[in-house]
């Protein structure tokens, strides 16, 4: 009887390991897609100012010298500034990226305080305001003091849509107050304006 029982097992065990070892004769395939590419978009934005002349360089000059070398000089230098004063200029902004991007920020970065005297004037900043907006439909993007610029950059009042290949122009307008204090006479700064663009989609 104990040897019925064995054969019995012994079966069941063969049986269970042929069948086990069936499924890795299985028969098998696999198909391919080949060539899947993957590229990612561009942000790139570009920004010369717009004075109604062909020349490169600064949107704001003191004097026409500065405006834009060589000695040509620039066409529409404000002067000195004093309190009251108030000049607006124009700025181009394109997009060359391959995405539709939003203007989202601007700032300044200082880059030179009266040339040559060694002291950092930056107090200046304190006493101009910047007023940024859309040329011609007058959407605002920022109202406040340079200064706030320069520790920047800072969140646009609103976004500034530019679709790909496209341009918006910025008008900038730099005033000093009525009220500003001998505090600012004497004093120059050198700063570079700079607009901040990300991309439409998924924001």
Request: overall charge negative; cysteine-free; aromatic content about 8%.
């Amino acid at each position: 009887m104990k040897n019925r029982i064995l054969v019995s097992v012994l079966v069941v065990t063969t049986t269970l390991v042929l069948v086990g070892g069936a499924t890795f004769a299985l028969f098998t395939d696999s198909a391919s897609n080949t060539g899947n590419s993957f590229e990612t978009g561009t942000v790139v934005i570009t920004a010369e100012r717009n004075l109604g002349e062909a020349i490169p360089g600064p949107m704001f000059y003191t004097t026409a010298l500065q405006g834009a070398p060589p000695a040509t000089g620039g066409l529409y230098p404000t002067g000195e500034y004093y309190p009251g004063q108030s000049f607006a200029r124009y700025l181009n902004v394109k997009n060359e990226g391959t995405l539709n991007v939003y203007l989202y920020q601007v700032g300044a970065t200082v880059t030179d305080a009266t040339p040559g005297d060694g002291v950092d004037d930056t107090v200046l900043a304190g006493g101009l305001n910047v007023r940024i907006e859309q040329a011609l439909s007058g959407t605002l993007l920022y109202d406040g003091t340079l200064a706030a610029l320069t520790a920047g950059p800072v969140n646009t009042v609103n976004l500034l849509p530019i679709a790909v290949g496209g341009t918006q122009n910025l008008k900038y307008t730099v005033s000093m107050p009525i009220d500003a204090g001998d505090v600012y006479q004497g004093k120059s700064i050198i700063v570079e304006f700079v607009v901040y663009a990300r991309q439409q989609a998924n924001i």
